[in-house]
């Protein structure tokens, strides 16, 4: 399934990713505002969304550092979409939900 | 174009290319926005964090390395920060802390004290003890969380800072176990305390009513009863007192004696009691007291000591019994035996007279039955003389008129002339006399002979049976001591307490003895007078041993 590339129009691919556990990080500095509001929509997203089936971990680069070094940031506050793969990444506060949305690839 | 690839592959890496362009573009757009803070970046020595927006940094490292745990959380109670301590402290991971519902860290016990807490926190700055779960060892975790409003751009946050009380807590619970223990100890101290009380209360009221019943029977019986501390401090006297001298319950004891004792008794009164409390044996004494019409009667005046558990004086226990009356029925009985006797010595003396001159008649020879009954009548005369001279005596005690004329005499001569005159008098009985050394005392010779032969005629009188009668004289210390022994009937103790009284005489039907009971009375009376103690040891049925002694010259 990994090496699977995610086809458009596809309605099992669809229905794939409907189904799919999505795991997700998100990359914050401390209380920020803008990673306050990150979290507050990401957390939101989550709920509406993917309700029962995401893993969502929300790293605080100042206190962990270390989980930064690993994913090669450029920005925070940044959202990974760590599975399903392909991986993709998200930079901002998640305000724009159908952004978000299409980012990650959720049906709205 | 690679035309060699299948179009769906094309259309997929066109569809990929197209997300990262849309990733890049995204990613510009948000730095362009100022939704993003810090860019980070790989330096040369590794990784590299560029914040665009400085956050207030000091108080950022102060909250991320303070002891408490901090948690900012928004309306929906979802933490949107929290410090690594309060991950620790719940034992999860910090990624898996941020984004999530607070309430579910906190422990099932007391989720409803939260929501009143939070609740609370949001309308205005509180504080509350609220019990988290630790999900390592899942025992609750006591915690303080003091909330406080937070303005962010976007509406108001909650922070919340926790404080783990558990080493508090164990110093309280230890401390409380230490209060508790203190508690039991005070409370088994308040148990002993009330028993103690309650004891205590016992034994007063046990106290109260051993008084009242003193009292009551002190105040009940004839007699008239006083108390006195162990150095003669009168501290009581019974209700006959005040009825007897008149005198008002108010007037301070100490003032009573020398209101109500004779002038003549008093210095003598105060010396014996005086001497009594410092020998510690039973006082005695016959004095007058004076009764509210003013008149004196004698009283009999006796005081016991009544001594603690340790043998300890605590009290002296003394009463006084009116003996007026029979002291004066005494003088008036004592006057009639005083007369009788003088009027008995008389007609005695002439009756002694015409008998001798009846013996000594020679104008004509006596028929021998006349000569046998004159001797008779003789014999009777004698034991008669005998007798009235002892009343004689007693009267002359009494009135304190016994004359003495006192010489230095051998009182083991006296005692051997005596014991050759007993041999004479009681042939059937063997006496011996032991000892005999010279002993000198200052004494009337006739009235000592008097007790000698007293007591030799009273053992005589009570050992019928065992003839064997046994006298020594020796000396002990300044005292010469004369004992004359027998193995007759003996004397109980109680009579040996009475038998130096006045007409007391061993009563025992199967020895009829003669004689008025005043023989030891006046051999007591007379050693007295000689400065001098008499005495008797003797057992019921073994026989008796009377013993004076005299002071050496």
Partial sequence: MSEQYIVPGDNDDYIDKNKAMYSLRLFVTGASPNSIRAIANTKKMCEDHLNGRYELEIIDIYQQPEMAELEQLLAVPMLMRRLPLPERRLIGDMSDLNKVLTGLEIKA | ?????????????????????????????????????????????????????????????????????????????????????????????????????????????????????????????????????????????????????????????????????????????????????????????????????????????????????????????????????????????????????????????????????????????????????????????????????????????????????????????????????????????????????????????????????????????????VKMFVNKANEALGKLQYLVNDLLDVSKINAGKLQYQMLVIDLAELVESCINNARHIYPKYDIKNEGGAKMLVMGNMERLEQVMMNLVSNSVKYSKENKQIIISTTTSGNMAKVVVTDFGIGLSESQQNKIFERFYRVEDKKFMSSGLGMGLYICAEIIKDHNGIIGVNSELGKGASFYFELPLV
Wanted: charged share 30%.
């Fill in chain 2, 1 to 369: 174009m690679d035309a060699q690839k299948p179009y769906e592959q094309l259309l997929a890496e066109n569809r990929e290319l197209q997300y990262q362009l849309a990733e890049a573009k995204d990613t510009i757009d948000a730095i362009r926005n100022g939704q993003v803070d810090a860019l980070v970046v790989k330096g040369k020595k590794g990784h590299q964090l560029f914040t665009l927006k400085n956050a207030d940094q000091t108080y950022r490292v102060f909250i991320e390395k303070m002891a408490e745990g901090a948690v900012t959380i928004n309306r929906e109670g979802i933490i949107l920060y929290s410090n690594s301590r309060f991950a620790k402290l719940i034992g999860i991971p910090l990624e898996k802390v941020i984004g999530e519902s607070f309430a579910l860290f906190v422990d099932d016990s007391n989720s409803k004290e939260y929501e009143k807490l939070v609740r609370n926190g949001w309308k205005e700055d509180c504080k509350g003890e609220i019990m988290f779960s630790d999900t390592v060892t899942n025992k609750p975790i006591p915690c303080l969380l003091s909330c406080n409003i937070l303005e962010l751009d976007e509406g108001l946050a909650l922070s919340i800072i926790i404080t783990d009380l558990t080493s508090q807590r164990e110093i309280q619970s230890q401390l409380k176990l230490k209060n508790e223990q203190l508690e039991e100890a005070r409370s088994i101290t308040e148990k002993l305390n009330d028993e103690l009380e309650v004891s205590v209360k016992e034994r007063t009221l046990e106290l109260f009513d051993s008084r009242e019943h003193f009292k009551s029977l002190a105040d009940n019986v004839p007699q008239m009863i006083w108390t006195s501390l162990p150095d003669g401090t009168v501290n009581f006297r019974s209700r006959q007192w005040y009825e007897f001298t008149g005198l008002d319950v108010s007037e301070p004891l100490e003032n009573i004696r020398g209101l109500i004792s004779h002038p003549e008794d008093i210095e003598e009164n105060n010396r014996r009691f005086t001497a009594a409390l410092k020998t510690k044996q039973p006082f005695m004494m016959e004095s007058r007291v004076k009764r509210k019409d003013g008149t004196y009667r004698w009283h009999l005046n006796r005081a016991v000591p009544m001594r603690n558990e340790t043998g300890e004086i605590t009290l002296w226990i003394g009463t006084s019994t009116d003996i007026d009356d029979q002291k004066r029925e005494m003088e008036k009985k004592d006057e009639f035996i005083g007369i009788a006797s003088h009027e008995l010595k008389t007609p005695l003396t002439s009756l002694k007279g015409y008998l001798q001159l009846i013996s000594g008649y020679k104008k004509e020879p006596l028929p021998a039955p």
